[in-house]
DNA sequence: CTAGGTGCAAATAATTTGCAGAGGC
DNA sequence: GCCTCTGCAAATTATTTGCACCTAG
């Protein structure tokens, strides 16, 4: 949905190339962090640059906005601010109507409440805009947070994806630890421990990762959460270890972890793919490779072992269980 | 959050009563569904009343905002439109780029995850706006969908009120006849049967209620969902019925159903008292009550028991034996 | 030289407002 | 007769556009 990373140098002015006002206002643009209006950023390039119109800085904005650097945002006051699209993933605001300051936020949650209701009402959604509107807590207390500039923004976003990864693979490791201590058949158990010493292998080494990212800001984590997920992948895996404890042979052990891989695998590719280039979207991406190689290696094991079980038991003996009760 | 229903005659301009202009807008208004830019009024005005100045229409509809008969809504197109907000409970948006046509949802997941968020970054929220854009299934597919009258919102609201209190209400009986099946003490045993035979009875009445509602309308059932609900108060429920599967005593099992009960009390009052007099209320009201005697007769029966247990074993053997352990 | 960017002022578009007159109680 | 509503036209605000001019390649 999100172009790509826009080349800069392409879609610069073919005229003006160096001192061309275009530039300026750009200039000016990027430097600064949060929602401006058009006015707003007319009078800061003035205050920097005299000679430049009103209709330039609108002009300059469309062409923003047309080349993926700039998002048109509407909070409802009657007029547009923009905000700088370039390296940010779309994301949804928190609006004071004291200050008139936003914050962001991104919820994998609310993304996939929307796209479920969208499905439900036959609706093929392209865009959704999500704004909190009341009063922020600097405007209630008084205090200011730690102001989030355009570098920080990023780490944040790597923060969040980081933990998200880290969760899922902890809903991941205890899923498979469960497996193997319920799995009947011995290849059965040894690979759901294998699993589950991958997954805990790679828990420490996402977790390493965060704290390297961590030690860079000693203030990252201390900053609000950009994204928030709850249902998302690691959800998945939780679902699957309750169906667990209800009980089941191995192979739909195998089964409900060959579906939670899968599912973790689509979400984090899905997301990754959507967010323009950042530390954060390669994470995802990454995760999402992680998933895809367990879930061959658990697709492999079900022919294995359904294979194995086809010779002294018929496959899917519930199935031909419940034809004989039927007749 | 909403104003209650206002009292229209008290609102009248002091002036004129019957022939007002402003009278003869306001029926207009409320006469047409969906959402009205200020412009689209006046022309529906001077359709059928020559005379009438747009700047009129315009004080009109301020004046009707703020007795809270409309709703000023900004859906990105650079200027407001207007929907009726008496007797129509606040939403959320589908909107259609192509057709500008749009339709309304409630979502109290959507809602849920909002009060989350704005709690994470400190923040004191006093409304949402969340829109989903795209292109709606008329547009698409070139059918028509059977078209939401004033009266039909109504009772598309009453049905999806209905089948969340159902959905509830199933859980609820789910939850009580396991706990019933896995209770220890006879009268903890009998307590549980008597609250599912209740829960039973009640989702009778609920579904016959239902089943009338639908009778009065027979497309009814195929219009689209407006409510939306999902985690609820029926995954309450539903949670505290996986919790029973994990074991624990009567004691536990009575005090998961409070903790279920008081959830679903306060979601459904709070649901209830939000929107305006409408028979949705009524339900979300009546539910809310319901539950609120389960609540009370679970609170006393707890006490019963412990009593009947302290005379015979410590009370909380769990966390007594766990101190021991630690020493 | 030429495509495009730029300034300026005028045009639009949605909405509000000043003020004199009208209408209901 | 008073108070509020109304109409009309002018004002305001945000944004766009026509057009002549300028500038880098």
Redesign the pocket.
């Given at each position: 949905m999100d172009r790509q990373l826009p080349d800069l140098s392409s879609l610069r002015?073919?005229?003006?190339?160096?001192?061309?006002?275009?530039?300026r206002v750009l200039n000016v643009f990027l430097r600064q962090e949060g929602h401006v209006?058009?006015?707003d950023l007319f009078e800061r390039v003035r205050r920097e640059a005299a000679?430049?119109?009103?209709?330039?800085v609108?002009?300059?904005?469309?062409?923003m906005v047309g080349a993926g650097i700039a998002r048109k945002v509407d909070f409802g006051e009657?007029?547009?601010r923009f905000e700088p699209a370039y390296r940010h993933p779309r994301h949804f605001h928190l609006i004071c109507t004291r200050c008139h300051s936003s914050s962001e936020f991104l919820s994998t949650d609310v993304e996939a409440l929307m796209e479920e209701i969208a499905a439900a009402r036959n609706f093929a959604a392209t865009q959704s805009v999500v704004q909190i509107h009341g009063t922020c807590g600097e405007c209630r207390t008084g205090r200011k947070p730690a102001p989030i500039d355009g570098p920080t923004t990023e780490l944040v976003f790597a923060r969040d994806a980081l933990r998200m990864a880290i969760a899922t693979e902890r809903s991941g490791l205890e899923f498979y630890a469960r497996a193997a201590g319920q799995a009947k058949d011995p290849r059965g158990r040894t690979v759901f421990q294998k699993l589950a010493a991958e997954e805990g292998e790679h828990l420490g080494t996402l977790e390493k990762r965060y704290r390297q990212l961590v030690a860079g800001d000693p203030q990252l984590e201390s900053r609000p959460t950009f994204l928030f997920f709850k249902g998302a992948a690691s959800g998945l895996f939780a679902e699957g270890a309750k169906e667990l404890i209800k009980g089941g042979d191995d192979l739909q052990a195998l089964l409900i972890g060959i579906r939670c891989e899968r599912g973790s695998h689509e979400f984090f590719k899905r997301y990754g793919e959507r967010f323009e280039d950042s530390e954060g979207k390669q994470i995802f991406l990454e995760f999402a490779d992680e998933e895809r190689v367990h879930l061959e290696l658990l697709i492999r094991e079900y022919r294995a072992l359904r294979a194995r079980q086809g010779q002294s038991t018929p496959a899917r003996p519930a199935v031909a269980a419940r034809r004989q009760r039927r007749r």
């Open positions: 002015p073919a005229g003006g190339k160096r001192s061309s006002k275009r530039d209006s058009a006015d000679g430049i119109a009103r209709a330039t609108y002009r300059t904005l469309q062409w009657g007029r547009f």
